[in-house]
DNA sequence: ATGTTC
């Protein structure tokens, strides 16, 4: 594709006419400077092939950090009628609830001066990092079916973290309409021994700082200050959520024959939302949503427990608090404005953030004049972003904004690039101290792997579907 | 993303 295939509707903003069986034109958020990048990738062809399933509303959206994914494009955003409409696996991904969490401590820069190995080493053997990692915490069936139902709740429920963690994520960490019964014995079995672990590739638990403020109101509200000391974690369902996707293809494969539903790609299989298929997976995704809001609640309260250990501080002292945890691979039953009315939707954001706007009741009272928290992870060595949404989301992308940098190398360019060299150490040199469980995973996670985040980032903010309140730089990091 | 899986 080339950018004469594109309309421009404005300077961040890009339309893809309705062709062929399209029932919808495709938008894609980018500068103009992004275009090329993004051209070169058939990312925009799967969001053309998004436009053709049934029941879609207004547009098959796409934001500027995407890129080729599993049938729709990881950065993908889709609304479906409940009616008409459909639900697919490929629109939320294999890593279901795949999400972030950002907390933030009483603690300055410069009170840890000199103790960022101590602490990255401790984070790093209280957090189990890695392909298969497991063990820390081994739950029965029975009780992964309590797991499943009451999500970040369980976790708090047994001494992970505290209440006042809840009403800080996402959907307060648990979703209802879950269905235990629909998950396999499978997903179950790998899903016993993964709470509390953070995973591989892209995952990571990041100290940083707030290194600068775009907007003092929003981050006060949030209390962000300048040098405080902040957390990231990026992680997700691990191989529950990858056992329930992978289950349901086969499903939504031979769905999408007994319904005639045709498909320009058969990675977008999918199944009515009222059908016994569709509501099959619908259960299960959110039994796997669910986990993962578990999973990063444990997370949450090993980080606490390191940060003591490693600082020898008390708990009051260091003050780690959750700020806001969003999901970015989910698919949502939500309210929106469709043609001036009010309509439930069936939302799928797949490396997509929810970004309300101020006064939305889904949002801590504490933030409902800022807007909701955004949290954009960037690359190990540069910086991540803290947004808010915007009523202009509201309009135009179902409340919805980026999730991250994007990929601009393949792991295997990544991992070429790498070669010869010591990533860790070159991190070091910049100040920042990362322990990786192997040494492949840093190579593919080099930061030229991805784009600049705030090229992405600034995109958004010219498009109006977010605000920047704020930067955060990096200063350890531990990674599968 | 996942983990060694027809």
Request: charged fraction near 20%; include cysteine; hydrophobic fraction near 40%.
């Amino acid at each position: 594709m080339t950018s004469r295939d594109l309309k421009k509707i404005n300077d961040a903003l890009w339309e893809i006419p309705r062709q062929g069986g399209m029932r919808v034109p495709a938008r894609i958020y980018a500068t103009e400077k992004m275009l090329p990048a993004i051209l070169s990738d058939k990312a925009p062809e799967q969001a053309m092939n998004v436009a053709h399933l049934p029941g879609i509303i207004n547009y098959s959206l796409a934001m500027p950090d995407m890129h080729w994914g599993y049938g729709f494009p990881i950065g993908g955003v889709a609304a479906f009628d409940l009616q008409d409409g459909i639900i697919s696996p490929g629109g939320v991904g294999y890593d279901i609830n795949c999400g972030v969490r950002l907390m933030a401590s009483n603690l300055k820069r410069q009170q840890i001066t000199g103790k960022m190995q101590e602490l990255v080493t401790e984070l790093f053997n209280s957090v189990p990092t890695g392909v298969g990692a497991g063990g820390r915490l081994t739950v029965s069936k029975a009780e992964l079916k309590k797991v499943v139902r009451q999500g970040a709740h369980w976790a708090v429920a047994r001494g992970y973290g505290s209440e006042s963690d809840l009403e800080y994520i996402e959907e307060s960490g648990c979703v209802d309409g879950c269905d235990p019964a629909a998950v396999s014995a499978h997903a179950y079995a790998r899903g016993s021994k993964q709470l509390g672990t953070l995973g591989s590739g892209n995952h990571f638990l990041e100290v940083g700082y707030v290194a600068e403020i775009y907007n003092p109101k929003a981050a006060s509200a949030l209390g962000l200050f300048l040098d405080q000391i902040t957390v990231i974690i990026h992680c997700g369902s691990r191989g529950f959520g990858y056992q329930v996707c992978d289950d349901s293809l086969g499903i939504m494969d031979k769905a999408g024959r007994k319904y005639g539903i045709s498909l320009p790609d058969r990675q977008l299989a999918c199944a009515p939302i009222s059908s016994p298929e569709g509501q099959q997976y619908l259960g299960a995704m959110r039994c796997a949503i669910n986990y993962a809001f578990a999973n990063r609640q444990a997370i949450a309260h090993f980080t606490r427990m390191a940060f003591e250990r490693a600082l020898a501080m008390p708990p009051a002292e260091i003050g780690l608090r959750t700020v806001y945890e969003v999901a970015h691979n989910i698919a949502k039953f939500e309210t929106h404005l469709v043609n001036g009315e009010r309509k439930k939707v069936c939302v799928h954001r797949k490396g997509a953030t929810r970004a309300f706007a101020p006064g939305s009741n889904e949002i801590p009272a504490a933030y409902r004049e800022v807007g909701q928290p955004v949290l954009i992870p960037g690359d190990m060595g540069r910086y991540s972003y803290v947004l808010v949404g915007t009523e202009q989301a509201m309009q135009d992308t179902f409340g919805s904004t980026c999730h991250g940098a994007g990929r601009a190398l393949s792991r295997t360019k990544a991992k070429k690039q790498a070669r010869g060299r010591n990533i860790g150490r070159e991190l070091q040199d910049r100040g920042i101290y990362v322990i990786g469980k192997s040494r492949r995973t840093l190579d593919e996670e080099i930061p030229e792997a991805y784009k600049d985040v705030s090229h992405v980032v600034d995109a958004c903010a010219r498009a109006g579907i977010s605000r920047k309140v704020a930067q955060l730089r990096p200063l350890g990091c531990i990674k599968g």
